[in-house]
C-alpha cells in the first residue's frame, strides 16, 4: 500500500514547516489530488489518521480536492478537462486525445494553531 509511503512524507512536510514557520499544531491539511494521481481515497485517509498520531498534525482534518486533467483533442484542436481515461472530445466525440496532468498530488493549505 504506497498511501502509507505518501502520508509519511506529507506529514515529513508538515512538520518541517512547523519547525521553519514555527507553529505546533495544523487543524486542517487540503491536499489537491489529480484524477490520475493512482492513490485510493479511502486508503490515504485511513493512513492520513495513522500517521498523525503524536506529530503536529494529530487529528488533523484532511480535506481533499480532486483536480481533473486537462486533455487536447488531435483531430478538431479542442481543450478541455477529463477525469476518466474514457473521455470523448465534447466537440467532436472524437478519442484522439493528448492528456496533460491530473497526476498531481501537492498540500494545498495548512490551516495551523
Not at 5 to 18: G, N, R, T, V, Y
Request: charged share 20%.
Amino acid at each position: 500500500m504506497h498511501e502509507m509511503s505518501l502520508c509519511e512524507s506529507l506529514i515529513k512536510i508538515i512538520e518541517d514547516q512547523a519547525d521553519e514557520k514555527c507553529f505546533t499544531q495544523v487543524s486542517t491539511v487540503v491536499l489537491e489530488l489529480g484524477v490520475f494521481a493512482g492513490v485510493e481515497v479511502d486508503a490515504l485517509r485511513f493512513c492520513f489518521d495513522i500517521c498523525c498520531r503524536n506529530t503536529v498534525a494529530d487529528s488533523a482534518q484532511l480535506v481533499i480536492s480532486r483536480q481533473p486533467a486537462q486533455a487536447c483533442c488531435q483531430d478538431c484542436n479542442a481543450s478541455f478537462a477529463i477525469s476518466d481515461w474514457l473521455s470523448t472530445c465534447p466537440n467532436c466525440n472524437g478519442y484522439n486525445l493528448r492528456r496533460k496532468g491530473g497526476e498531481q498530488m501537492r498540500i494545498k493549505q495548512l490551516e495551523v494553531l
